[in-house]
């Protein structure tokens, strides 16, 4: 058996050193948004054959591309995969037009259906709601945990899930890895991920509570942890294969998801395990030292 409750506190010192860097970064150097919340252009282009993410973004990543001021750009093709939507950074319609002929000229005929201007308020507002979506599960999340266990157990859950959310934002700011839409729903993808994993943990505390299988409520903890320690770490890792293929080999549109789901997954399980039982404890412990002080 793991005696990982024990080493708790250098666990947390583990992850706010982590957490530390991040906020660190992300007040020197902010995180590096995408077109969908900074401004740019988005065209829709019909080409006269079936054309892929990659074959697309190898040419806006061309030199003669970025010539023409192109630096940022993200790429989604339909499902008949001749219509794709391509957004980039703002540029002159001159500059436009020379970007379909390298695009002609590199993958075949194009037709430009439409070019619309990506307004930064879109990308305010998608962040508004994402914020507001966190929150409500948050809220969520302490009622229902609060309801079928107790408190103590809804406050140590939803600070692993804050844990995991920053681990994720302390990657994408440290690295610079651009954050576009799909980001968030990664994001709520990780939250509903982790505390599936926290509450089997908490599960499995409450189970051996009631059979009183130790006084100890450290031993129980832990005794807990372990039982579920295998569970855990099989379910994450069939996930992260999963997910792992889609990253390397889905297309490239879904790649700000699937790598913000990725670290997310191994912030989760490393969260479950190793924190958030051991939040549940301290939490306990402090309200009882509490009860004591006030008689």
Not at 29 to 57: H, K, P
Not at 122 to 137: F, H, N, P, T, Y
Request: charged content about 20%; proline content about 1%.
């Amino acid at each position: 058996m793991y005696d990982i409750i024990s080493r708790r506190k250098l666990f947390y010192l583990v992850s706010g050193a982590i957490i530390l860097v991040g906020l660190i970064s992300l007040a020197t150097r902010g995180l590096n948004l995408g077109i969908d919340f900074t401004s740019g252009s988005l065209l829709q282009l019909q080409f006269d054959r079936e054309v892929t993410v990659a074959e697309i973004y190898e040419v806006l990543s061309s030199d003669e591309v970025e010539a023409l001021g192109v630096t940022k750009s993200s790429v989604r093709v339909s499902g008949d995969r001749r219509t794709a939507m391509v957004t980039i950074n703002p540029i002159s319609r001159a500059a436009e037009a020379e970007l379909l002929d390298v695009i002609a000229n590199t993958i075949g005929a194009v037709e430009l259906l439409s070019s619309d201007r990506v307004d930064p308020i879109v990308g305010g507002e998608l962040v508004r709601k994402a914020i507001i979506a966190l929150a409500l599960s948050a809220v969520g999340i302490l009622v229902y945990v609060s309801l079928r266990f107790e408190p103590r157990f809804a406050g140590a859950g939803v600070m692993a899930l804050i844990h995991d959310v920053l681990v994720v934002l302390t990657v994408f700011s440290v690295f610079q890895v651009e954050v576009n839409s799909p980001f968030i729903a990664g994001i709520l993808t990780v939250i509903g991920y982790s505390i599936n994993a926290t509450i089997v943990v908490f599960d499995r505390i409450r189970e051996n509570m009631a059979k009183g299988l130790t006084n100890s409520l450290e031993e129980l903890a832990n005794i807990s942890v372990n039982q579920t320690l295998k569970r855990c770490l099989y379910t994450s890792l069939t996930t992260a294969f999963t997910a792992g293929a889609l990253h390397f080999l889905g297309a490239a549109s879904i790649r700000d998801l699937t790598l913000s789901f990725l670290i997310g997954l191994v912030a989760g399980t490393y969260s479950s395990t190793c924190v958030a039982a051991g939040m549940w404890l301290d939490l306990r412990e402090w309200s009882q030292r509490r009860a004591v002080a006030a008689r």
